[in-house]
């Protein structure tokens, strides 16, 4: 049985992944293989958790990277949960794995007065500055990828039923909504200040650039970062900060995990759950800071 390719079809076909992704996912399943001297697929619906357990730890001791290894568990838990899910295996020896957290790299965030600080910098008195001022908000308030943000089309702009409708990986779509700080300067934005920006009447995307033009990537790291450094910010503030920054704060208010995958548009929840690292390192250093016998 090709196990591998069924699951790289329904990756491509029911996901919507991108080339790239299932690429990836690809080559962490053939090293699996390799690693523990399969030559058919076959083989692979009869690994034993002990297996894999194994297999990790190979990786660990041959020095990988903890992200490394957090990737290559990533591949190997959607492929075995699709296996289980389609009655390929009766139980997925993946389940209940968890790469060690020891080592491994954690987002960068800012605090929620760093976000204030930083949100507060664009000069509202010019057409650019309100441009960013209401990027920032928007990115803020949606945790949107940069990549996401600057190809926002207008038609994918709600204002009246507050959400927005962003394009991730592979092209999936999902309806993000959006706070009314943001709804507010987007209005703004749309109404009075992207018209003056705006040099040809065929370009659809939301946010401009000062010749008219779209907004790019590169063009938006800049800026952020510019911003950051006006606002005091120690350290470099990249877009992914903002959006670090939304998923961390939202889970140190009592937002559900499954609630913040969904708004992220991560595929396995495994991904958003780095988060949970980092609102358990905060709440364990407050209590070490306010309990008499901590």
């Excluded at 699996?32 to 190979?58: C, H, N, P």
């Excluded at 120690?234 to 992914?240: A, G, I, L, M, Y």
Aim: charged share 25%; with cysteine; aromatic share 8%.
């Amino acid at each position: 049985m090709h196990y591998i390719g069924l699951f790289l079809e329904y990756l491509t076909v029911e996901l919507g992944l991108a080339e790239n992704t299932c690429g990836a996912y690809e080559r962490d399943l053939r090293v699996l293989m390799k690693d523990l001297w399969f030559s058919e697929e076959d083989a692979l619906a009869g690994v034993s958790r002990q297996q894999l357990i194994d297999y990790l730890t190979s990786l660990k001791n041959r020095g990988r990277t903890a992200s490394t290894i957090a990737r290559k568990l990533a591949a190997i838990k959607a492929f075995y949960r699709f296996l289980a899910a389609e009655r390929y295996i009766k139980n997925d020896p993946a389940e209940v794995i968890e790469a060690g957290v020891k080592g491994m790299h954690l987002p960068k965030v800012l605090s929620v007065e760093e976000v204030e600080d930083l949100l507060n910098e664009p000069n509202l008195g010019t057409p650019e500055g309100y441009r960013d001022k209401t990027m920032l908000e928007v990115l803020y308030a949606t945790g949107m990828r940069v990549s996401e943000l600057v190809a926002l089309k207008t038609a994918n702009v709600n204002l009246d039923m507050k959400y927005v409708i962003a394009f991730g990986k592979g092209s999936k779509e999902r309806i993000i909504p959006i706070g009314r700080t943001a709804v507010k300067y987007l209005s703004s934005y749309m109404e009075k200040i992207r018209p003056g920006l705006l040099k040809d009447e065929n370009w659809e995307l939301l946010f401009l650039s000062s010749w008219g033009g779209p907004m790019t990537r590169q063009r938006f790291f800049e800026i952020i970062r510019d911003y950051g450094k006006s606002a005091g910010i120690k350290r470099p503030v990249t877009p992914h900060m903002l959006r670090h920054s939304f998923a961390t704060h939202l889970l140190e208010n009592g937002t559900d995990l499954r609630v913040v995958q969904e708004l992220l548009g991560h595929a396995d929840i495994s991904t958003t759950q780095i988060y949970t690292h980092l609102t358990n390192k905060r709440i364990k250093e407050i209590y070490d800071r306010a309990h008499p016998r901590a």
